[in-house]
């Protein structure tokens, strides 16, 4: 119907801007409604059943930021020590992009200093860099070939985490909370731990809800009795103050609620009283001298310092009380110089605490519905490097490397003892089933039962994945 | 809004980021340390807007009260209603004092007379007056805040900033600090229909 018609009709103005203004009110108060009942936002952590019977309940990613060198620790090559020394071919070079460009001329090819052997029933390659490891290789499944896309420390740890090098998109833990939420009533569904001398790059991003609701942003816990922000009453808000406090709003709130109807009042007295109740949880989650000594022992705890192995205990303890996603980060992996000395200290640090945690979720009933994965955000070369220009045994290290590195994955549905991929006689390239991190995304969500291509968000016009529009489950991967 | 009801909100315009009150460790997530000295005087207490970002540690509460993503344009804010907010709204700092001043500005503003507390309170909170129900309900709590106030003044003692405003006496302002946690927190305060 034109304009003209109304005329004849007999409109007048008036009716016509009657009829409009109702139009647009209808259209309101529908995106007014649609927001207000959309189910995720008012309930963020009620448990969601997954697409499909799940293997895995909970994750716990160990991230070794910086980069890892999977040369010296799992891929063994013999070949690259028969070629030590010698430049690398200019072929394998052309072409392809590094970070520190410019220090690119000057390197050599640089064999593991480690010695390799074939430890458990799989025969599974690990240099004695990873005693500990090496006792639960059975349970463990190392990816030998790994792929990322980009060759800087940020973006790549953007990239592992949302599958995005822009940051801004949600990160995997975000994404599995807003699929599944979480079973634990008074912890955070998605926690955040870190050791190391600093903070990862990209910090926050890393763990971020990008455009999820806030609900499924990574908590990140502190160390000490008060593992997150404002956790602890003001000075003066004793707990029996606090407790009168909640039971006033409660009071206050449900006579709103009778009143109004609206199920965000009883969200919001939920809301509060989880509050409260993590108020408790928290401390009495962080005090790990509660744990036996033999369980300290196995992880090499240190009671009140902040350390990989307290962060691998705690991880253990959040999965234990219901917590979906636990990220525990171990920083400076990265490195250009002074490798052989860099690794026998990290490694000191990490080997014992990842054993201890596949061991220990093992002995509870755990390691069955968890999924444990390490690694970091690429790998590195199997040419020498130095920040000081001088190639020397005691500077020398390795560059950044993104075409093959590796990651292993246990529990929760993996297919333990067994190595999966290959790369060339000197560990440049994958030859042989490459993963890429859209394929571990991919992976990761099918064993917590979520198709990845089913795990969608519309956000500005599109639908949005963790795994964006690639990814392949890896069959070989799975028990 | 909190702030605004507490009364210490600074009306000033522009001028450089300003820093409030923040948990301690809240700078420590990224490689490099930085501090966050937070502001004294009005500075402290400027509308949200002002307060300085650091994009690899924001603001905490910022974070847990879904801020907009700084690298893509925002069409519609997200809602949510979470325990984090409730922490930080029962216990962060500048919150309780915002409390602490909404107390005082009660004190101040209203006759020293139970039910005419209650009323400015509420009307200075959710801009009415309280139902029948409702002024039963605070009249409970505020006598039980007093009696805790009398009964423990000790504990009383610490829930107050330096300063006491004259006319009023600790006891009061103890409560009402209390009483002003809890109208700062229900829902009807929080949210906006």
Known sequence: MNLTDRIDLGHTRRHFFHECGVGLGKVALGALMAESSSAEVRRPMEVKPPHFPAKAKSVIYL???????????????????????????????????????????????????????KHGQSGTFVSNLLPYTATVIDDVAVVLSMQTENFNHAPAKVFA?????????????????????????????????????????????????????????????????????NLASQPGVSRARQGRALAGIRALNEIRLAEMGDDEIATRIASFETAFRMQTAGPELMDI???????????????????????????????????RCVQVYHTDWDHHSRIEYALDLLCGEIDRPCAALVKDLKLRGLLDDTLVIWGGEFGRTPFSDSEMGKLDPASIGRNHHIAAYATWLAGGGIKGGQTLGQTDDIGFS??????????????MLHLLGLDHTKLTYRFQGRDFRLTDVSGTVVKKLLA | VALSASGLLSPELGGPSVFPPQPAKAMEASQVKKTWNASTGASRFRRGIYTFFWRLTPHPALMVFDRPNGMVTCTRRTRSNTPLQALTTLNDTAFHEFAQGFAARVLREAPAATDERIRCAFRLTLVRDPSTKELTVMRNLVAAEEDAALSNPEEAGKLLPQGIPAGANQTDLAAWTSIARMLLNTDEFITRE
């Open chain 1, 63 to 117: 991230f070794m930021a910086g980069g890892p060198s999977q040369l010296d620790m799992f891929d063994y090559k013999p070949k690259l020590t028969e070629l030590d020394g010698h430049k690398p071919p200019a072929s394998l070079l052309q072409g392809k992009r590094f970070a520190f460009m410019e220090r690119l001329a000057s390197q050599q090819m640089y064999a593991s200093r480690r010695k390799f052997k």
């Open chain 1, 161 to 229: 985490h949302t599958g995005s090098i822009t940051p801004s998109r949600p990160s995997m833990g975000a994404w599995i909370t807003y699929g599944l939420g979480s079973e634990s009533q008074n912890l955070p569904g998605f926690v955040v731990l870190q050791s190391g001398p600093r903070g990862p790059r990209s910090g926050p991003l890393i763990w971020g809800n990008g455009f999820l609701a806030s609900a499924y942003q990574g908590v990140p816990f502190l160390p000490g009795s008060e593992p997150i922000y």
């Open chain 1, 289 to 323: 001298t509660s744990e036996k000594k033999e369980t300290l022992d196995l992880y090499g705890v240190e009671p009140g310092k902040n350390t990989f192995a307290n962060n691998c205990l705690l991880a253990r303890r959040l999965v234990e009380r219901g917590v």
């Open chain 1, 430 to 443: 994958v030859v042989e089933d490459p993963v890429h991190i859209h394929d571990l995304h991919a992976t």
